[in-house]
């Protein structure tokens, strides 16, 4: 099993910044790719950012070049760093942790709310 426990989400105005972060624990040993997805009232989850362990990143088209996903292997890590933040920006935030050969794991969420 792995855990994942996000921080970081909040209330911030449009234009502003906010940085998540997902520390997973558990048996950690050989995940692979962790990353964000996020999930707006009424709409389908969507992936936000995608990076893998030797560094790979993949973006949606709607947020690159305003979010920046990083990890610390070592803190076994990964962060979503969102600058100016728009108000389609709002939804419940989910860090994910792919296992190779066995599947992901999720964690429970984190809250950004963008105001206008």
């Known amino acids: 099993q792995v855990q994942l426990v996000e921080s970081g989400g909040g209330l911030v105005q449009a234009g502003g910044s906010l940085r998540l972060s997902c520390a997973a624990s558990g048996s950690i040993f050989g995940v692979d790719a962790m990353g964000w997805f996020r999930q707006a009232p009424g709409k389908q989850r969507e992936l936000v950012a995608i990076i893998t362990i030797d560094g790979s990143t993949n973006y949606a088209e709607s947020i690159e070049g305003r979010f920046t996903i990083s990890r610390d292997n070592a803190k076994n890590t990964v962060y979503l760093q969102m600058n100016s933040l728009k108000p389609e920006d709002t939804a419940v935030y989910y860090c994910?942790?792919?296992?190779?050969?066995?599947?992901?794991?999720w964690g429970q969420g984190t809250q950004v709310t963008v105001s206008s």
């Open positions: 994910v942790a792919n296992l190779p050969y066995v599947g992901d794991y």
